[in-house]
């Protein structure tokens, strides 16, 4: 965090399972290093500055899960026995992969969810309706 002009203390803490390792300040920056636990799943970091006159608290909310996916995109009507239809969705920051649900009727024919840009290709047998839900 950049140092705040007249402020002569800061001091950092933690929720969650969140450990407080190391802080310094330099000419620059307030700087701290922190363990996350093998509970962490959702916790918070602050930072107080404070001088004679008072005190401001900033908190950051830190979470271990990914941000939630955006919309799917590809074909949603007049899908029933088609055959190699593409879906996808954009990628999602600090995900490492990403896990396809289809209905009954519907089969996965392949899926790069390892990659960037995560797509899905389905064959829709009969009856199958609708490929995906939002």
Do not use: E, K
């Not at 705040?4 to 450990?19: H, M, P, R």
């Not at 009856?127 to 839900?133: D, Q, V």
Request: proline share 7%; with cysteine; charged share 5%.
């Amino acid at each position: 965090m950049p140092l705040v002009n007249g402020a002569t203390t800061y001091s950092w803490t933690t929720t969650g399972d969140i450990t407080l390792v190391s802080s310094s300040q330099n000419l620059i920056n307030s700087v701290a290093s922190f363990n996350f636990g093998p509970s962490w799943t959702i916790g918070t970091i602050s930072i107080t500055v404070s001088n004679s006159c008072g005190s401001y608290t900033r908190t950051f909310t830190v979470r271990s899960v990914p941000d939630q996916p955006g919309g799917i995109t590809g074909p949603g009507f007049a899908v029933c026995g088609l055959s190699n239809v593409t879906y996808s969705i954009a990628p999602v920051s600090s995900a490492t992969s990403y896990s396809w649900s289809v209905p009954s009727g519907v089969s996965i024919v392949s899926n790069n969810g390892l990659q960037l840009l995560s797509t899905l290709t389905l064959n829709l047998h009969p009856p199958a309706t609708s490929a995906l839900t939002q």
